[in-house]
């Protein structure tokens, strides 16, 4: 029945509530989807039995009238947060056959609170790409197509995965990361909700690291509500990861109140970038008049540091990239290429576990953080990434939240900009000044492109300030209505 | 600054990825449009400011020096793509 896999995690919660149904046949249902959609590659490893014993447990503890906030709702998790005994490939061949002892503490809070788990996703290698196109487990195929045009589109990345499978009704929601845009990023070409929490929010332990100073958890779902159901069992204090913010969590659904009278919503002028499509910028404008409707007061904002962004993320990610990934080294998991001498293995075994694009960053990052080198790249973009903060910081003396597009365009088929990497890195011009930055963002669905592409709006609150922009969030989507659904699903 | 082939073959060998000598010449093509790039971030000046190195403004916590977890030789052992006696095993590094 494809009913179920058009309920929400907040609907699905209610109608197991009401037994109206069983978590089994929620959970079957999405099993099966995910069987016949096995074109779209959203998956690495599929975990149905697991699933299903799960959603039995879940059906257990229901009858007993007990369960937790996501009990026998079936998610996805993306690739790169470790399961205990599940494969965990981080989408690397040097990951290769790699089942870690121990759970990630965010997917252990889903499973607490009575998640059950469908699989894991595809994404970008290592979290390192803009549209899951270097995953060595292939391409994913974005659920949407262009009217009139078959071609195969990328679904955005790196969490490319997640946001297909949740597009697709292939889980109710999944789990992505964010570095520099990888959960609103992919959210907003395959039309549904991505929000990155504050740095600190969620926890780190026990997700691949890729650069530790940009990367957080967040939840991808289809309505703000879900998202906000799901941020607050992965949110919160880990004594595990040394970064965690030691704070309570909110009840994020509460901040649902549709009421945004007075709001001071800052439209940063910076953001008006050369070539950005007519349409995006006409639905920004729209984006603005729907949260004035309501009662909110556009101010406009300068974030002159923006342009400076994406250099600075491409010599910090880097560098943090080329320190976390020096651990695959032949010796303790997954993917060994023997040599002579231990060095020519770890090379050996590198050259060979890692892809192209990977390789390029390491290779980027052990170059900026070289003697002779440190000051002139490293330690000048931290100095940018002060300057880039404080703009945000004089930002939000004027304004409440931030509006801007989640990317500078919709979903492109794969294969273009593959062979120039900095035109992909453009992809992440609006969201990589708030990982920067370390606030929150999430991306909403708000339209359509004439050929019928799904485009989302950003919106980035205050550090520790997830309610506002939810609240701004709920708002928005309301006055969207976005119903649209993907064709390939 | 631009990377000619030997300095690719250093940062190759720091980063400890085997690159083909024939390889070498493209991939330091590749990395030096990226480095041209980032070059624009000279345009700033950033005389006074302080480098970033901390996301949130907190002191990172102290937690007591005891042993909480340990014992699991077996459990991270089943990872190694090569293991003998409880131990990892590497090539030879001692004659």
Same mark, same amino acid.
């Given at each position: 029945?494809?009913?179920?896999?058009?309920?929400?995690?907040?609907?699905?919660?209610?109608?197991?509530?009401?037994?109206?149904?069983?978590?089994?046949?929620?959970?079957?249902?999405?099993?099966?989807?995910?069987?016949?959609?096995?074109?779209?590659?959203?998956?690495?490893?599929? &975990?149905?039995?697991?699933?299903?014993?799960?959603?039995?447990?879940?059906?257990?503890?229901?009858?007993?009238?007990?369960?937790?906030?996501?009990?026998?709702?079936?998610?996805?998790?993306?690739?790169?947060?470790?399961?205990?005994?599940?494969?965990?490939?981080?989408?690397?061949?040097?990951?290769?056959?790699?089942?870690?002892?121990?759970?990630?503490?965010?997917?252990?809070?889903?499973?607490?609170?009575?998640?059950?788990?469908?699989?894991?996703?595809?994404?970008?290698?290592?979290?390192?790409?803009?549209?899951?196109? &270097?995953?060595?487990?292939?391409?994913?195929?974005?659920?949407?197509?262009?009217?009139?045009?078959?071609?195969?589109?990328?679904?955005?990345?790196?969490?490319?995965?997640?946001?297909?499978?949740?597009?697709?009704?292939?889980?109710?929601?999944?789990?992505? #990361?964010?570095?520099?845009?990888?959960?609103?990023?992919?959210?907003?070409?395959?039309?549904?909700?991505?929000?990155?929490?504050?740095?600190?929010?969620?926890?780190?332990?026990?997700?691949?690291?890729?650069?530790?100073?940009?990367?957080?958890?967040?939840?991808? &779902?289809? &309505?703000?509500?879900?998202?906000?159901? !799901?941020?607050?069992?992965?949110?919160?204090?880990?004594?595990?990861?040394?970064?965690?913010? @030691?704070?309570?969590?909110?009840?994020?659904?509460?901040?649902? =109140?549709?009421?945004?009278?007075?709001?001071?919503?800052?439209?940063?002028?910076?953001?008006?970038?050369?070539?950005?499509?007519?349409?995006?910028?006409?639905?920004?404008?729209?984006?603005?008049?729907?949260?004035?409707?309501?009662?909110?007061?556009?101010?406009?904002?300068?974030?002159?540091? =923006?342009?400076?962004?994406?250099?600075?993320?491409?010599?910090?990610?880097?560098?943090?990239?080329?320190?976390?990934?020096?651990?695959?080294?032949?010796?303790?998991?997954?993917?060994?290429?023997?040599?002579?001498?231990?060095?020519?293995?770890?090379?050996? =075994?590198?050259?060979?576990?890692?892809?192209?694009?990977?390789?390029?960053?390491?290779?980027?990052?052990?170059?900026?953080?070289?003697?002779?080198?440190?000051?002139?790249?490293?330690?000048?973009?931290?100095?940018?990434?002060?300057?880039?903060?404080?703009?945000?910081?004089?930002?939000?003396?004027?304004?409440?939240?931030?509006?801007?597009?989640?990317?500078?365009?919709?979903?492109?088929?794969?294969?273009?900009?593959?062979?120039?990497?900095?035109?992909?890195?453009?992809?992440?011009?609006? #969201?990589?000044?708030?990982?920067?930055?370390?606030?929150?963002?999430?991306?909403?669905?708000?339209?359509?492109?004439?050929?019928?592409?799904?485009?989302?709006?950003?919106?980035?609150?205050?550090?520790?300030?997830?309610?506002?922009?939810?609240?701004?969030?709920?708002?928005?989507?309301?006055?969207?209505?976005?119903?649209?659904?993907?064709?390939?699903? | !600054?631009?990377?000619?082939?030997?300095?690719?073959?250093?940062?190759? #060998?720091?980063?400890?990825?085997?690159?083909?000598?024939?390889?070498?010449?493209?991939?330091?093509?590749?990395?030096?449009?990226?480095?041209?790039?980032?070059?624009?971030?000279?345009?700033?000046? =950033? #005389?006074?400011?302080?480098?970033?190195?901390?996301?949130?403004? !907190?002191?990172?916590?102290?937690?007591?020096?005891?042993?909480?977890?340990?014992?699991?030789?077996?459990?991270?052992?089943?990872?190694? @793509?090569?293991? !003998?006696?409880?131990?990892?095993?590497?090539?030879?590094?001692?004659?």
């Amino acid at each position: 029945m494809s009913d179920f896999t058009d309920l929400t995690l907040a609907t699905a919660r209610a109608g197991l509530a009401a037994r109206k149904f069983s978590a089994v046949e929620l959970t079957q249902a999405h099993v099966s989807a995910i069987e016949r959609n096995r074109g779209l590659n959203a998956f690495i490893t599929e &975990t149905p039995d697991k699933a299903l014993a799960m959603a039995k447990a879940s059906d257990e503890r229901l009858a007993r009238g007990e369960g937790g906030v996501l009990e026998g709702l079936p998610i996805a998790i993306k690739d790169l947060f470790c399961t205990k005994d599940i494969l965990t490939t981080a989408a690397s061949h040097i990951l290769d056959g790699f089942k870690p002892p121990y759970e990630s503490t965010i997917t252990q809070k889903l499973w607490d609170a009575g998640a059950n788990c469908l699989g894991k996703l595809n994404l970008d290698e290592f979290a390192m790409g803009s549209s899951n196109v &270097t995953s060595h487990y292939g391409p994913v195929i974005n659920p949407w197509t262009k009217a009139g045009d078959n071609r195969q589109l990328v679904p955005g990345g790196s969490s490319g995965g997640s946001a297909a499978s949740v597009a697709a009704r292939l889980a109710l929601a999944a789990t992505g #990361t964010d570095t520099g845009g990888s959960i609103r990023q992919p959210a907003g070409f395959c039309g549904i909700v991505g929000l990155k929490p504050t740095y600190g929010r969620c926890s780190r332990w026990g997700v691949v690291a890729f650069a530790s100073s940009l990367d957080q958890a967040g939840p991808m &779902t289809r &309505t703000v509500e879900d998202a906000a159901i !799901m941020l607050g069992v992965m949110a919160g204090h880990d004594p595990k990861d040394s970064t965690s913010a @030691p704070m309570a969590v909110p009840d994020f659904r509460a901040a649902l =109140t549709g009421d945004i009278r007075g709001l001071r919503v800052g439209i940063p002028k910076e953001y008006r970038v050369d070539g950005m499509p007519a349409e995006i910028e006409a639905l920004w404008q729209q984006g603005i008049d729907w949260l004035k409707d309501a009662g909110a007061v556009p101010v406009e904002i300068s974030l002159p540091m =923006t342009k400076h962004a994406l250099p600075t993320y491409y010599i910090i990610a880097p560098a943090e990239a080329s320190a976390n990934l020096s651990r695959y080294d032949g010796v303790r998991f997954g993917l060994r290429v023997p040599g002579a001498s231990l060095d020519e293995m770890y090379e050996n =075994t590198r050259a060979a576990g890692f892809g192209a694009e990977v390789k390029r960053r390491v290779l980027i990052g052990a170059y900026v953080l070289s003697a002779g080198y440190y000051d002139a790249y490293y330690l000048k973009a931290q100095r940018l990434r002060t300057l880039i903060a404080r703009d945000f910081d004089q930002a939000f003396e004027k304004c409440d939240v931030i509006l801007t597009p989640t990317a500078p365009s919709a979903a492109f088929a794969i294969g273009e900009k593959m062979d120039d990497p900095l035109a992909m890195y453009l992809n992440d011009v609006f #969201t990589v000044p708030v990982n920067l930055a370390g606030l929150p963002g999430m991306s909403v669905p708000a339209g359509l492109t004439a050929d019928g592409l799904p485009l989302g709006l950003q919106i980035i609150g205050r550090a520790f300030d997830e309610e506002t922009m939810i609240r701004a969030a709920g708002v928005l989507e309301a006055a969207a209505g976005f119903t649209a659904k993907p064709g390939r699903a | !600054m631009s990377l000619d082939k030997a300095t690719v073959a250093r940062i190759a #060998t720091l980063a400890r990825i085997k690159v083909p000598e024939a390889d070498l010449e493209a991939l330091g093509q590749e990395l030096n449009q990226i480095l041209h790039w980032v070059e624009q971030l000279d345009q700033v000046d =950033t #005389t006074g400011v302080e480098p970033m190195t901390s996301v949130a403004a !907190m002191t990172l916590p102290l937690r007591p020096d005891r042993v909480t977890d340990g014992d699991r030789a077996d459990d991270i052992l089943k990872n190694a @793509p090569n293991a !003998m006696h409880g131990f990892f095993t590497v090539p030879k590094v001692v004659e």
